[in-house]
Structures are given as C-alpha cells and as structure tokens.
C-alpha cells in the first residue's frame, strides 16, 4: 500500500475539511491553534512532505533556511502569499500554492460592508447606542455621506477588484475608476463602464471612495502615504481589505485625525493582531479583525481549494493554483 505524504495544517480549520484532509494524508493538526514560531516551521520542513500555511504564519529565509527539507509544497490557506518568502522557497525546490477565486465575492462583499459603514457613520452609532448615550432622532444627528451614484477607484483589478467593482457599479450605480499596474482588457472594462488611468497619483483626486485589492509585500508597501492622502478629496474614504503594509497608518492616522480625507475602513493592519494605538482613537475610523474571507462558505471553498492543489500535486499534476 502506497504511504500517505504527511501534511501539517498550522492552524485550525473548518471541520469538514480537515475531515477530508484526514482521509488522504496523515494529517497533524497544529492543535494550539497559533501561528507557528520560525523554530518550529524550520522543524515542520524538515519533518513533512506538505505545510498548509495561513497569513499568521511568516514564512522567511530563516524559516525555510534548513539543511534538510522533506516539504515539497507549502499549500496555502488564502489567495495572498506576501507572508512568505517566494525567493527561498524556491531555492529550496517547494512548490507554493494559492486559493484565488473562492473567497473574491465573500471578500468584495467585506469591502461593500466596510465602504457603507463608514459612509453611514455605522461604527459611531453601533459604539453610542452601546454607550447608553442616544438622546433621539434629530435632523443632525450622525448625517453621513450617500454612496450611490458616487466615484469609486479601485486599487488592483484582480478577480476581488472586479468583484467590488461588480457590486458597486450594478448594485449602487457607482462609477467605476481603475488603477492597475498592466492595463485590463477593454471588455473586462466595459462590463462595469469602468476607467482604468495610468497612475495612483491620477486617481486619488478623482474618488470619492478608494478600495484597495492589490498585493501585499515590499513592492506595495506605503503605497497609500501621506501625498497620496494629501491627493484624496477632503470628503472622500479609504477603504482597505487588502494588505495592512499597503498603506501607512501613522499617515492615515493624521489624515483622519485633522479631516483632511472624510474616513476609512480597515480590514487588515500592519503587523497585526497589533493595532497602532493612534489609529483607534479615530472616530471617522471603522475597524474588523481581518473578517474579509470569513464565511463558512469562503473558508470551506479555500480548504477544499488547498486540496484540490494537493491532490494535484502529489498525483505527479502540476497543481492548478501554483504561484511558483
Ligand atoms: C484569509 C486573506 O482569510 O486569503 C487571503 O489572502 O487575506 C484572507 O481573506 C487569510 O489570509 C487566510 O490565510
């Protein structure tokens, strides 16, 4: 009987498919539920054929570095894989892997959600009703920004970006403006009316909402700094589902601070869990813990998605989400 590749899941996932894991690999589950220190993913690569990675795990050269690697395959749980360090990781002859597509509604979806709460002034409402401190209904009170019929750039046209771009413009008549690295086909374009223009610097001023949907990683760090900011419309959001690194917070922080953009929202923050301290004392502020994927429906689509990859993988396919 042919052995079972061995296959370490680093944190807990839904239960159907570590059921499904369980049935074709010999399966250890990292039961502590916490990301994995670079020690014991230095172990971990040494020990098994496949690691099943997620965003939580940061996966450097010093973590992959190892004289005796077993691992052929990181499969990782999530479309973005900035946390790990492709370079080494090919050097060392693994294969890396993705789960695009299956969390791009579910993930727009978060984004639509954060982009109406910050306009609707949702967040400081939910935190003074909670307060005990709604005194009534007044014409005044908590009047915040329309949404439909409004501009809306998006940062990276990707699978998510055409998602947000879908709900925005066919939901919300929202007009569409796109900044994307390569240029989008004419007719992925027209399917929102939607404008790409050459730079960032071209679109800020034009949005009265920016969503960012790039990658993360070095290359777009910061991308969204102050002069950027200084290029928004004093009333106009940011919203941010993508990538913490992707925008500067200390920078944002000042932007909300002294109202010179309307508000943002954030799913995902640089070197979280952590959150900068100056940035939760903004009230023009809404925050999530990084719920982008989190439906059961996404999160079971991604699990069965790094499955499929494996199956790929170790029946000698070349696995239909390898990113390198
Ligand atoms: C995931 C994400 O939940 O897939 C991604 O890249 O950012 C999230 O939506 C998380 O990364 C799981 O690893």
Redesign the pocket.
């Known amino acids: 009987m042919m052995v079972k590749p061995s296959v370490l899941v680093t944190?807990r996932w839904p239960k159907i498919v570590e059921h499904h894991l369980s049935e074709k690999y010999n399966v250890q589950l990292n039961r502590t539920d916490r990301p994995l220190t670079s020690q014991e993913f230095r172990e971990a690569i040494a020990k098994y054929d496949a690691v099943l990675?997620?965003?939580?795990d940061k996966i450097r050269a010093d973590a992959l570095d190892a004289p005796n690697v077993q691992t052929k395959i990181l499969a990782?749980?999530?479309?973005?894989?900035t946390?790990i360090d492709v370079d080494v990781a090919k050097t060392q002859g693994i294969a890396i892997t993705?789960?695009p597509d299956v969390?791009s509604e579910?993930?727009a979806d978060l984004a639509m959600t954060l982009m109406l709460m910050a306009a609707r002034r949702a967040g400081e409402g939910e935190r003074e009703l909670r307060a005990g401190d709604w005194s009534g209904w007044r014409p005044t009170h908590l009047v915040g920004t329309k949404v439909s019929g409004k501009v809306l750039g998006i940062v990276g046209f990707g699978r998510i970006g055409q998602e947000m771009a879908r709900r925005a413009h066919h939901g919300f008549g929202m007009q569409i403006m796109v900044f994307n690295r390569s240029k989008i086909a004419p007719e992925v374009l027209a399917q929102f009316n939607a404008q790409q223009v050459a730079t960032l610097d071209e679109l800020m001023p034009l949005c009265d909402f920016v969503s960012l949907h790039c990658p993360g990683g070095e290359e777009n760090r910061h991308m969204i700094n102050s002069k950027r900011l200084n290029l928004m419309k004093e009333d106009a959001f940011l919203i941010n589902?993508?990538?913490g690194e992707v925008v500067n917070e200390l920078a944002l922080a000042q932007a909300l601070m002294f109202d010179t953009i309307g508000g943002a929202a954030l799913d995902?923050f640089d070197g979280e869990p952590r959150i900068n301290p100056t940035l939760a004392q903004c009230d023009n502020l809404v925050m999530l813990p990084?719920?982008?994927?989190?439906t059961r429906e996404?999160?079971e689509a991604?699990g069965f998605r790094v499955l499929d990859n494996l199956a790929d993988f170790f029946d000698g396919r070349p696995p239909r989400d390898r990113v390198a």
């Open positions: 944190r990675p997620t965003v939580t990782n749980y999530g479309v973005g894989y946390h993705n789960t969390l579910c993930t589902t993508a990538r995902v990084h719920l982008g994927s989190a996404a999160r991604m």
